[in-house]
């Protein structure tokens, strides 16, 4: 093998490692001895939420709508009110931009996207303008 043929190959090998990023300790990928992971459903994941709780939503297609969706059943059922929302921005169904939960969630938005342009229009929810290099 040549030389450059070596360092190309050298050179493959660690930007392939490069890319796929750091490795995880593998007990992190396991549960702990003895205990299984428990999986609930979006309901029983959000019955811990009660009046004035601040969440934040996660962006762009990591958005968890069914846990949204659940998020506004957990507010009809139990008659929550002040819930507060922060997002970056939502994209997809957002079920708690509907006039129907208006004085119930509040949502502040740090950017705004078709979905939530209605309500923030009307007053209903808020934006807080911000630079990407400035989000937390």
Not at 36 to 43: G, I, L, Q, R, T
Not at 102 to 114: A, D, E, H, M, P
Request: aromatic share 8%; proline share 7%; glycine share 6%.
């Amino acid at each position: 093998m040549s030389l450059k043929l070596a360092k190309a190959a050298k050179l493959a090998v660690f930007s392939r490692n490069y890319t796929l990023g750091p490795r995880l300790p593998t007990k992190l990928l396991r549960p702990k001895l003895g205990s299984e992971p428990k999986y609930v459903s979006a309901d029983e994941a959000l019955a811990s939420v009660n009046s004035n709780t601040d969440i934040y939503v996660h962006n762009h297609a990591a958005a968890p709508n069914v846990l949204l969706e659940a998020l506004c059943r957990r507010v009809d059922s139990a008659g929550l009110t002040d819930i507060r929302t922060s997002h970056l921005i939502t994209t997809g169904s957002c079920p708690q931009f509907d006039p129907k939960y208006n004085g119930k969630i509040r949502n502040n938005s740090l950017f705004i996207c078709g979905g939530n342009r209605k309500n923030v229009n009307a007053g209903a929810g808020d934006y807080t303008p911000i630079f990407l290099w400035e989000t937390p």
